[in-house]
Nanobody, 122 residues
Framework: VQLQASGGGLVQAGASLRLSCAAS????????MGWFRQAPGKEREFVAA???????YYADSVKGRFTTSRDNTKNTVYLQMNSLKFEDTAVYYC?????????????????WGQGTQVTVSS
């Protein structure tokens, strides 16, 4: 099972980016898919998740600016990030659980992508 995250980059504050996470090796149609991020010197933190039933959840810090979606036909999940702020700078990871319930704790996720760097300049 592999998760391949992509779409990161260097942008100015206020810009947008869309991250993608393509899964292979099994279908995650009914699985919770999460996005996490980790800034230098900080712990990995929950950003957003979508459940197997299609519900979505967001950290307060990104609510209203980020949107997660999924295309089950492509086994791919997305994170649309708008109005980016300097404090959004981090390595972003996608993750998947073996079941459809989401958690904010990273240790609840079974599969992880390699991470993609997002840098927002102020």
């Amino acid at each position: 099972v592999q998760l391949q995250a992509s779409g990161g980059g260097l942008v100015q504050a206020g810009a947008s980016l869309r991250l993608s996470c393509a899964a292979s090796g099994r279908t995650f149609r009914n699985s919770a898919m999460g996005w996490f991020r980790q800034a230098p010197g900080k712990e990995r933190e929950f950003v957003a998740a979508s459940t197997g039933s299609g519900s979505t959840y967001y950290a307060d810090s990104v609510k209203g600016r980020f949107t997660t979606s999924r295309d089950n036909t492509k086994n791919t999940v997305y994170l649309q990030m708008n109005s980016l702020k300097f404090e959004d700078t981090a390595v972003y990871y996608c993750a998947a659980r073996g079941s459809g319930l989401y958690y904010v704790a990273p240790e609840k996720y079974d599969y992880w992508g390699q991470g993609t760097q997002v840098t927002v300049s102020s």
